[in-house]
């Protein structure tokens, strides 16, 4: 079969169309005024309580900065704190605005490399960074909580903070090693869709 | 209902058939259908106010369309629950589904479509559609001579796939 043959086939099927087709007015109307629902729905969804989460975490981390700015060792702690939530929210508004700014009516390969890219980017930020800063948020954490919420100096309690401080710096290469053994599928598929558009994009000889 | 709601049903009513093709050449299962037809008629409805007069309605709709279709396509939705006439924006008479549904070339067509990736997929409907190179070029966003070196390829896989029919 030719591809002029298909293509007949199609405009026969076509014309059919025109006389079977029917549209659910009643059902459009109702779609359509249904202006809450969204294609990046979702996204933008945990986009918004991450950053309100973060936004709320920055208050107890800068009083605690400003009470302890003359002690570095409770300072860098809480520092830390501030600026991985300082980093969460960078990203969540970069996220937002570039969903909002998003118009389907661009090229199908333009729009599809961008949402790959934010999905790709997205799956990295959550995945590998956040997961590889967890035994350093653990450990920050430990220290700024036990002092700002009972007043406990963790530096006091050697016995205690070694053993988790040997743990977290063990755990960081297990982290590692699993994240390469277990590789995020979505991770995965959004790398061979951006390879399957660039290849797409790519002028063939 | 306002002038600019009236307007937008009218082209959808003028560009049904686009909207049906599409979502038969993405969805092969009819239950997932009717939550790519209706949206995409939500994001051209969002779109609609942005429509620029530069490029032809078609154009515009191709785009939101197929955006659309590829992205739901690449989600792998859950079903959620079974299509009926009632919750689907865009359907077929009864009697003619039932006849459609026995034509073996249509079938074939669209099975040969629902094997192409994404963008591929794309590119034949726009192809069949009878839109020129241009055309499709703009819609997808790639030049002219990479649209004609595409269809060659694809007619030269279409004579290996059909050469038993």
């Not at chain 1, 309100?52 to 830390?80: C, G, Q, T, V």
């Not at chain 1, 890219?117 to 653990?138: E, G, I, S």
């Amino acid at each position: 079969m030719e591809l002029q043959e298909l293509k007949n086939i199609w405009n026969e099927h076509d014309k059919n169309l025109d006389t079977h087709v029917q549209v659910n007015q009643q059902l459009l109307k109702r779609v359509s005024l249904d202006k809450a629902r969204s294609l990046m729905g979702n996204f933008k969804f945990s986009n918004i309580i991450e950053l309100i989460a973060s936004a709320i975490w920055l208050w107890p981390m800068a009083y605690f900065m400003a009470n302890h700015y003359a002690e570095p060792k409770f300072m860098i702690p809480a520092l830390i704190l501030f600026l991985i939530a300082v980093l969460t929210m960078a990203w969540n508004v970069y996220s937002l605005v570039t969903v909002w700014q998003l118009n389907l009516d661009m090229p199908i390969t333009r729009i599809q490399k961008k949402l790959e890219k934010m999905n790709l980017y997205n799956n990295l930020f959550h995945r590998n960074l956040l997961f590889l800063l967890m035994p350093l948020v653990y450990l920050t954490f430990m220290i700024v909580a036990a002092k700002g919420l009972l007043g406990i100096d963790m530096y006091q309690h050697w016995n205690f903070m070694l053993p988790q401080i040997i743990g977290c710096i063990l755990l960081a290469p297990v982290i590692i090693w699993m994240l390469k053994k277990f590789p995020d599928r979505k991770l995965e598929e959004a790398l061979r869709f951006l390879k399957e558009i660039r290849k797409f994009e790519k002028e063939d000889q | 209902m306002d002038i600019q709601e009236e307007k937008f049903l009218m082209v959808i009513q003028n560009h049904k058939k686009i909207i049906y093709k599409i979502c038969h050449s993405y969805c092969p299962v009819a239950e997932d259908r009717k939550d790519l037809e209706q949206e995409i008629v939500l994001q051209l409805w969002k779109s609609f106010d942005r429509y620029n007069a530069q490029y032809k309605l078609s154009t515009w709709l191709y785009r939101i369309a197929l955006n659309v279709a590829i992205s739901f396509h690449r989600k792998e939705k859950k079903r959620r629950y079974h299509a009926n006439v009632e919750d689907q924006v865009i359907y077929l008479t009864t009697d003619w589904a039932q006849q459609e549904a026995l034509t073996e070339n249509m079938q074939l067509l669209y099975q040969f479509i629902n094997q192409l990736d994404a963008m591929h997929r794309a590119l034949m409907i726009l192809y069949l559609d009878n839109h020129s190179h241009e055309e499709i070029s703009e819609i997808l966003g790639i030049s002219e001579s990479n649209v004609g070196t595409k269809i060659s390829r694809v007619k030269q896989k279409l004579k290996q796939q059909f050469s038993k029919v």
